[in-house]
């Protein structure tokens, strides 16, 4: 199980670096949107297979299984063929094109979205029969290949323009004369002239590559001596940019944001426990759903204000934080209902961390050393899960399940006499439980205090970047001044 775990992680995640990396690349002016589209269905897939694994595998558990086996390969073969860098938009029509087709994509995600969250509530409070699962899971499918309308639009929209323009004949006429002019004073030679001056021609090549090698490695030692460390907004690569405060500002700040949510997601179950609550799976598909709004909404407003205002991205996180520590508050004060406002909160925020996330480090330090700069980013999600849920989050549930004694350990100590036979027991015994409003509290107020030191770090962090920003979207930034630049139409 261990290898297969190992296997599948791995695979997820070299599959959502080339997807990631290369949206990026072929879509550079539409960086958050494209981020919470890619990252709002991943939130999205764990409510989507799991209301498919309600519907159609309720009792063919290996069934479903060899489904996850089967179609994620099917998947990566297709995508060998279509995922590959093309040239960003050059003219002022393709950008609107482009973003007109993101804004298509964006309202059938929000639909889809929309849909998965109606279908959960009423399965949470009325029972539907088998044929309603199946009629769920049918519109579910067309609601996931319905974005492909996109590109099949554009490739229509070219078949017409290359109809309607038919290439002349004239245009692919060859222009160039069949007989080159030639010098009058050149005078035929003799096989002795020739042979003269095939040395002299040996001589003077020796002679030039001589010199140019002697240019090169002038060149080579002028660029060592004249190396300039990037600056912000150029491109780095991963040593250059560790060596930044502004990276470790973004590291962390993601940690207290990503780390602190994945904590949250990890111990739902016992959360939901703890406060009396047999199912936790509405819980789950809140936090998914939610997820789901979070890095769609997070992209496209950042996306929007950006352009408009050249407004830094992690404004949005700082904000999120704040929200974010609220909603810790009120998961600790466990009042009636706050599980299901902290679970959306939650998912909203965790969405935002990431969605903001990934596009400012590719402003910051540049695409082309992304795949790598991304990677070790996202490092923040296993270091979070192990710091805060591993162990803060047990630790902590441990001190409080301990201070109330276990029943059954009492029970079984009275029933058998000697330490062998309750030693033969083994593994009979429960570990103990906790149950009650305190048993995260302290887990909770921990979180809401580094929530708080990561809304410090964000504003630190946005008064660094504010001036790149501006160098990049403001009224006479760069991205303004290309955009001026193209042509209006192709």
Not at 86 to 91: E, G, I, K, L, Q
Request: charged share 15%; with cysteine; aromatic share 10%.
């Amino acid at each position: 199980m261990c290898v297969v775990l190992c296997m599948g992680g791995n695979s997820t995640t070299w599959m959502n670096t080339a997807v990631l990396v290369t949206c990026m690349r072929n879509f550079p002016r539409s960086r958050g949107t494209v981020t919470g589209t890619l990252k709002g269905y991943i939130g999205l897939s764990t409510a989507i297979f799991t209301q498919l694994c309600t519907a159609l595998f309720t009792s063919e558990a290996s069934s479903f299984l060899l489904l996850l086996t089967i179609l994620p390969a099917i998947v990566c073969c297709s995508a060998i063929i279509f995922l590959t860098e093309v040239p960003a938009s050059a003219s002022h029509d393709e950008d609107v094109e482009e973003q007109a087709g993101f804004t298509i994509i964006n309202w059938i995600s929000l639909a889809l979205a929309l849909y998965l969250l109606t279908f959960t509530v009423l399965e949470f409070f009325f029972p539907l029969s088998s044929l309603q699962f199946k009629l769920f899971a049918v519109v579910l499918l067309l609601f996931l290949i319905a974005p492909l309308v996109v590109p099949l639009k554009l490739i229509l929209r070219i078949y017409n323009d290359d109809k309607s323009s038919p290439v002349s004949p004239d245009a692919t006429a060859i222009t160039k004369p069949l007989l080159e002019e030639t010098s009058d004073n050149v005078v035929p030679q003799t096989d002795a002239s020739q042979g003269v001056l095939t040395q002299v021609e040996k001589g003077s090549r020796a002679d030039s590559k001589l010199d140019a090698t002697t240019a090169d490695d002038r060149e080579v030692s002028k660029s060592v001596e004249e190396y300039k460390f990037p600056s912000l907004g150029e491109d780095h690569n991963l040593t250059e940019a560790l060596l930044t405060i502004e990276f470790w500002l973004l590291f962390f700040t993601f940690l207290c944001g990503i780390g602190t949510g994945i904590t949250a997601i990890n111990n739902l179950g016992q959360i939901g426990e703890a406060q009396g609550f047999a199912d936790v799976s509405i819980f789950i598909s809140l936090i998914s759903i939610w997820g789901f709004f979070g890095r769609v909404g997070a992209g496209a407003v950042s996306e929007y204000y950006v352009k408009k205002a050249a407004i830094p991205r992690p404004l949005w996180m700082a904000i999120s934080q704040i929200f974010l520590l609220m909603g810790y508050i009120m998961f600790a004060m466990a009042a009636p209902g706050s599980l299901y406002v902290g679970s959306i909160v939650v998912g909203i925020c965790y969405g935002v961390h990431i969605s903001i996330t990934v596009p400012t480090a590719s402003e910051l330090f540049g695409l082309k050393h992304f795949g790598m700069l991304y990677n070790f980013l996202i490092l923040n999600i296993p270091l979070g899960s192990f710091l805060f849920s591993g162990m803060l989050a047990g630790w902590l549930y441990d001190r409080e399940a301990s201070k109330v004694p276990h029943l059954s350990t009492i029970l079984v100590k009275k029933i058998f006499s000697t330490a062998a036979d309750f030693v033969a027991l083994g593994e009979s015994v429960d570990p103990p439980k906790c149950v009650g409003s305190h048993c995260f509290r302290s887990v909770f107020i921990v979180m809401a205090g580094m929530c708080a030191f990561g809304i410090l770090l964000n504003v630190v962090l946005i008064l660094r970047i504010r001036p790149l920003y501006q160098d990049l979207y403001g009224p006479n930034g760069s991205v303004e001044r290309k955009r001026r630049m193209q042509p209006k139409s192709r």
